[in-house]
C-alpha cells in the first residue's frame, strides 16, 4: 500500500471497525476507549498514515494561511516587517504565502488573485507605488476576506491599517535640519497618489511654516525613489539659482543614491548640504556619512498588524470596528546631518 495514500478507510477495513471510529481516534476524542484508540494509532503509524491538513481545513472553511504582499522584499523594512508576521502567525498556526508586486499595480492585481484561488483566511498588503485603483480590493471586501494594511495604505472607507504618523515623522526629519542651520531645504519626494509620501511631503511643508521658511515648490523633486534617482534630482536641485543647504528625503534609498553623486561632484556633507533619510535601511549606518533618518519598527509594525488581521478572522461572524493603529518611530541622527557636532 502507497503510504501517501493511506485513508481512515483502508485502517478502517483492516482493522475491521467503523472509519467513523478511526476518525475520531485520530482525532483524540473521549468517545473512543483508550484501547480501542490505542490500537487505531498503532495501525496508522504502522501503515504510515497522514493526516490531510488541507481537505480538514476545507472541511472547516479555514485554510489557516495569510497572504502577504509588499513593493519589495529586499527593503530592509518590509524585510523586518515579514520577520513580525512571521512569528505573530506561527504562534497562531498560521502558514503565509510571501508575494512581491515591484511596484508594478498589475502584478498587484493578479497576486490579489492569485491569493483568493489559493483561499487565504485573510490578507496583509502595503500597496505598491503604481496603485491608484483600488477595485481588486474591494473585491477581498466582497468575498468577506479580511485584509489589513500596513505602511502604505489606501484612502477608502471602512479599512483597518497599522501605520506610523508619516506627517510627524517628517515634521521631525525637517524640524532636525532647520536646528542644524539650514536654511533652503529640498525635498526628494515619493508619488503623491500613496498617502504615506502625500503625509511626509506635508510634514516637510508644515515644518518650513513653523520655522517662517518660505515654502518654495522649486525645491521639491518627485520620483519612484530608487538609487539613480538620487542622482538625477541632486542633479536637477544643483541647476536650480538657490544655494540648498538641507535636504530630506523620503527613504533613504533615494537619499544615499544623492549622498553618492554629492561625494562625486566634491559637496561636503554636511557641511554644505545636510541630509535626513527615511526608513533606517541596513546600508544607512555605514555609508560614509553615516545617514540621519527615522526609524520604522519593521517588525512591531508587522506583529501588531497580523494580531490584527488574525483578530479579524477570528471573529469573522462579528460586526468589527474597523481600526488604524499607530506605530511610534523615531528619528536617529547620524553624521550627514549633524554639523553642531
Do not use: W
Not at 541630509?275 to 555609508?287: A, K, P, T, Y
Not at 471573529?315 to 493603529?325: F, S
Request: hydrophobic share 40%; glycine share 4%.
Amino acid at each position: 500500500m502507497d503510504n501517501n495514500q493511506v485513508t481512515i478507510h483502508d485502517i478502517a477495513a483492516i482493522l475491521k471497525i467503523d472509519s467513523s471510529t478511526v476518525s475520531r481516534a485520530l482525532n483524540n476524542s473521549p468517545r473512543v476507549a483508550n484501547k480501542t484508540k490505542d490500537k487505531i494509532l498503532k495501525k496508522a503509524a504502522e501503515l504510515g498514515y497522514q493526516r490531510n491538513h488541507l481537505a480538514s481545513n476545507l472541511r472547516k472553511s479555514k485554510n489557516f494561511t495569510l497572504g502577504v504582499i509588499v513593493p519589495r522584499i529586499s527593503r530592509h523594512f518590509f524585510s523586518t516587517a515579514i520577520a513580525g508576521i512571521e512569528e505573530t502567525a506561527f504562534k497562531a498556526g498560521y502558514t503565509l504565502i510571501i508575494c512581491q508586486s515591484l511596484e508594478s499595480f498589475e502584478r498587484e492585481q493578479s497576486i490579489v488573485e492569485t491569493l483568493l484561488a489559493n483561499r487565504v483566511d485573510g490578507v496583509l498588503i502595503s500597496i505598491s507605488m503604481e496603485t491608484k485603483n483600488y477595485d481588486h480590493l474591494l473585491g477581498l471586501k466582497q468575498r468577506n476576506i479580511p485584509y489589513v494594511f500596513f505602511d502604505r495604505h489606501c484612502n477608502i472607507n471602512e479599512n483597518s491599517n497599522v501605520l506610523i504618523d508619516d506627517f510627524d515623522a517628517a515634521f521631525t526629519a525637517t524640524q532636525h535640519l532647520i536646528d542644524q542651520k539650514s536654511t533652503t531645504i529640498a525635498h526628494f519626494a515619493g508619488p503623491q497618489n500613496l498617502e504615506i509620501y502625500k503625509n511626509r511631503f506635508k510634514g516637510y511643508k508644515s515644518a518650513l511654516e513653523k520655522n517662517n521658511i518660505v515654502f518654495n515648490e522649486e525645491l521639491v523633486f518627485t520620483s519612484s525613489l530608487m538609487e539613480k534617482d538620487g542622482k538625477l534630482n541632486v542633479q536637477k536641485m544643483m541647476n536650480l539659482p538657490y544655494i540648498i543647504d538641507g535636504l530630506f528625503c523620503a527613504n533613504d534609498v533615494i537619499a544615499i543614491g544623492a549622498i553618492k553623486y554629492l561625494k562625486e561632484i566634491n559637496i561636503k556633507i554636511p557641511e554644505d548640504i545636510a541630509i535626513v533619510g527615511f526608513s533606517n535601511e541596513s546600508i544607512s549606518s555605514v555609508i560614509e556619512p553615516a545617514l540621519s533618518t527615522i526609524n520604522q519598527p519593521g517588525l512591531e509594525i508587522g506583529v501588531a498588524a497580523t494580531e490584527l488581521l488574525i483578530a479579524k478572522i477570528t471573529n469573522k461572524g462579528e460586526k468589527l470596528k474597523n481600526e488604524t493603529i499607530i506605530i511610534k518611530t523615531s528619528l536617529i541622527e547620524r553624521k550627514s546631518s549633524l554639523r553642531n557636532s
